[in-house]
């Protein structure tokens, strides 16, 4: 038996013939038997569905010599030292989603580590939101790399927000130096969603694996990622990394919250309350202005060619120095830069925004009756992304917008809940470092 690796396709050969292929981008390590001169790789190989299935390979060398030299080619193309080198904080959050993430990181997300030859790891579960503060407060960015998140959507966004609090010097230093991890374990998981999704792999909320969100951390890259930064009344500073909602979708949010015993269907239960109580939002002034065209992506110069809506809406709006003021009344407004932002069973969503790009989706839908909402609805939670281009959706593009209501108003930012009478939102915000 024989082998030859070329652009990190492992060939085991039989005289002539080829008795094996392995994709070594589809794994994470090897394990040994130096007595046996035997070598066993897992492939997770990208089913259709976007899922990794793990299958096993396991062959023995015929000597010696050709064993140590497979070992040193795969140390080198897995990447074997320097995933030796990472180190990881995970911080898991036992009472999220299904309230699994304890028994799914012993049982899935720690032997993938291993095998990828990541050793240094430890692990913190979290007791309340101030035992979240002092974790982070009390972490050595000298000693550890990543800071891994076993959770919902909630605890990156809770954890920015309390580093966002620090002075800033501290604050530089925390971001530069360390970089963030997310692993599926929420009742909402659209972070995870999202980065799959940019990778070309799966990304479907209800079939957010694990170990699909495990292997990504594994095997993604650092990448620097802009944070909005949202201003309340002028004086409260949040950051936010993927959506923000008014109207419908902040008041559903909002009240999710008290449905949380019903885990990730407490927003489709508030949602269906909303829709039958049909309430009349009292919407703000927007501001904004629209991204020059020049840095619009191919698909939405698509999108606009082919939909009228937004010209309507301008063609309504007061437009000075580029700068647009919108009367309209909307039933719904949602600051996204996610294309996981309507992560229901199929997080399609709008495709030409992702959450590494420094602007971000202004999708606004006009009032709708109750049964034109349900209709409506209902497409959402299938992942029927037809009303994206519907008339009574019109998005646009900017890094920058404001909103002034008429008395304090709920709005969500991530999920969480505020309230305020001014709202700006713009990619001014910090960056950072995420696996991704």
């Not at 030859?4 to 392995?22: M, S, V």
């Not at 800033?168 to 999704?197: H, M, Q, T, W």
Request: with cysteine; aromatic share 10%.
């Amino acid at each position: 038996m024989n082998f030859k690796i070329d652009n990190l396709k492992l060939t085991i050969l039989r005289g002539e013939r080829i008795f094996r292929e392995i994709n070594l981008e589809n794994c994470l390590g090897y394990s040994s038997n130096d007595s046996l001169l035997s070598i066993k790789i897992n492939e997770y190989n990208l089913t259709p569905n976007g899922q990794r299935k793990r299958r096993t390979h396991f062959f023995k060398l015929e000597n010696s010599e050709m064993y140590s030299q497979l070992k040193e080619q795969l140390n080198v193309a897995l990447d074997s030292d320097k995933q030796s080198q990472r180190s990881l904080l995970v911080v898991i959050n036992p009472f999220s989603g299904r309230k699994r993430a304890v028994k799914d990181f012993n049982n899935v997300v720690s032997p993938m580590l291993s095998e990828a030859s990541i050793k240094k790891c430890q692990t913190i579960i979290t007791k309340s939101k101030s035992h979240v503060a002092d974790i982070v407060d009390q972490l050595d960015v000298n000693s550890v790399t990543e800071l891994v998140l076993f959770g919902g959507d909630g605890l990156l966004h809770e954890i920015l927000n309390i580093i966002n609090s620090w002075e800033e010097s501290r604050k530089c230093e925390f971001l530069d130096k360390i970089s963030f991890g997310v692993l599926a374990g929420g009742s909402s998981n659209s972070v995870c969603a999202a980065l799959l999704i940019e990778r070309g792999w799966h990304g479907r909320s209800k079939k957010l694996t694990v170990e699909n969100s495990a292997f990504l951390l594994i095997k993604g890259q650092v990448t620097k990622v802009p944070l909005c930064e949202n201003i309340l009344d002028q004086s409260s500073a949040v950051l936010s990394i993927e959506k923000s909602a008014i109207g419908f979708g902040a008041v559903s949010t909002y009240e999710a919250e008290n449905f949380r015993y019903a885990g990730p269907w407490r927003y489709t239960i508030t949602a269906f309350r909303e829709i039958y109580r049909c309430p009349t939002y009292a919407m703000p002034v927007f501001k904004f202005k629209q991204l020059e065209k020049s840095h619009w992506p191919t698909e939405y110069l698509e999108y606009r060619k082919t939909s009228g809506s937004e010209q309507a809406i301008l063609d309504k709006s007061d437009i000075s120095d580029d700068e647009v003021t919108m009367r309209e009344h909307f039933s719904n407004a949602i600051v996204h830069n996610n294309p996981a932002f309507y992560e229901t069973l199929d997080p399609d969503g709008v495709r030409f925004v992702s959450i590494r790009q420094p602007y971000f989706a202004l999708s606004c839908i006009l009032p709708m009756s109750r049964v034109q909402q349900l209709a409506y609805f209902k497409k959402v939670l299938h992942g029927n992304i037809e009303f994206v281009h519907s008339p009574l959706n019109s998005i646009f593009l900017t890094d920058k917008l404001s909103m002034k209501f008429a008395c304090e108003h709920k709005v969500t930012i991530d999920g969480e809940a505020y309230t305020c009478k001014d709202w700006e939102v713009s990619t001014s915000g910090p960056e950072f470092k995420l696996i991704m």
